[in-house]
């Protein structure tokens, strides 16, 4: 087995991993593992360094449609939304949503039990104040503004 064939079945597989790295002692493990971290770190070298070649050469052949087109840079600009000659602000990719956790003052206040009840008068009404609707009050009794 040639070593491309051994590193194509560490790959494949754990099991095949586990029986090699049983024939060989810790120190030569650790010897190969550190020997495929540095040839993992050239191949994504030699990745990124292709992808950079490849996104040269498009904008070459980009900017001589452009120039053929006989378009200018903000004409781009409008199209892409981009700012020329402008830095940009930063844009959140988040899209703004409603505001959450706004605080709203308390409406009704109502005294239950010795506590001091407040409702903003949003959401769920509290268990007090719909006891004391019951029993036949009202929630303009209950207001803050009225009982100040």
């Not at 586990?18 to 020997?35: C, D, F, P, Y």
């Not at 495929?36 to 070649?53: C, G």
């Not at 268990?127 to 009982?147: K, T, W």
Request: net charge positive.
């Amino acid at each position: 087995m040639n070593d491309e064939e051994i590193i194509a079945s560490l790959a494949k597989s754990k099991t095949v991993a586990k029986r090699l790295a049983k024939k060989a002692t810790v120190s030569q493990v650790e010897r190969a593992i550190g020997n495929l971290q540095l040839a993992l770190q050239d191949a994504k070298k030699r990745e990124q360094e292709k992808e950079s070649k490849r996104k040269e050469a498009s904008l070459k052949k980009l900017s001589a449609m452009v120039s053929e087109l006989g378009l200018a840079p903000e004409d781009l600009a409008k199209i892409t939304g981009a700012t020329v000659g402008k830095k940009r602000k930063a844009v959140s990719k988040n899209k703004p949503g409603p505001k959450s956790g706004k605080k709203v003052a308390p409406k009704y206040q109502i005294t239950h039990e010795g506590k001091h009840i407040q409702w903003t008068g949003r959401g769920r009404m509290p268990v007090a104040f719909r006891e004391f609707l019951e029993q036949g009050g009202s929630l303009e009794q209950c207001l803050i503004d009225a009982a100040n």
